[in-house]
């Protein structure tokens, strides 16, 4: 269909510590490894209004423990995010106003995990707002 248009991934990860400072934590799985991680995101170009775009993205990512024993997870998170494009001429020029809101459900997770236990507390619902001219 010309008017949609669909993207997604899946990463199936099988990190496991082969090497480690503490014999017991071998096969483990490292700091901030989730077994998965999915999206799909798609974009539909309304046909009775020639220029407006609505879109939207799930993403999850699975759970990621925090140190090497695997004795301390975060639990996995799913995020929705959702928008409209709106595609338009302004004095012969392109213009593209956006609107989209992240995180819609106001979800409540740990967004990543770093080295050595670092980890970030995911965005609220976020809104955002922008324009953009071709010159």
């Known amino acids: 269909m010309p008017d949609v248009r669909v993207l997604g991934g899946v990463s ?4 496991t510590l082969t ?3 503490v014999a017991a934590n071998v096969g483990n799985t490292p700091i901030g490894v989730p077994n998965i991680q999915a999206n799909i995101g798609g974009e539909w170009d309304l046909p009775w209004m020639r ?3 609505l879109n939207g993205a799930v993403i999850y990512t699975g759970r990621q423990f ?4 695997n004795r301390q997870p975060i639990p996995d998170w799913t995020r929705l995010d959702l928008g409209v494009r709106y595609t338009t001429a302004i ?6 106003f956006r ?17 050595f236990g670092t980890f970030f507390l995911g965005a609220p ?3 955002l ?4 001219v071709d010159l």
Not at 12 to 15: K, R, T, Y
Not at 129 to 132: E, F, G, V
């Open 12 to 15: 199936l990860l099988d990190g």
């Open 19 to 21: 090497k480690s400072a």
């Open 51 to 53: 220029g407006l775009t």
């Open 66 to 69: 925090i140190d090497t024993a």
């Open 91 to 96: 004095y012969g020029r392109r213009t593209i």
């Open 99 to 115: 609107a989209n809101v992240q995180n819609v459900t106001g979800a409540n997770y740990w967004s990543s995990v770093a080295s």
């Open 125 to 127: 619902r976020t809104y």
């Open 129 to 132: 707002l922008s324009m953009s």
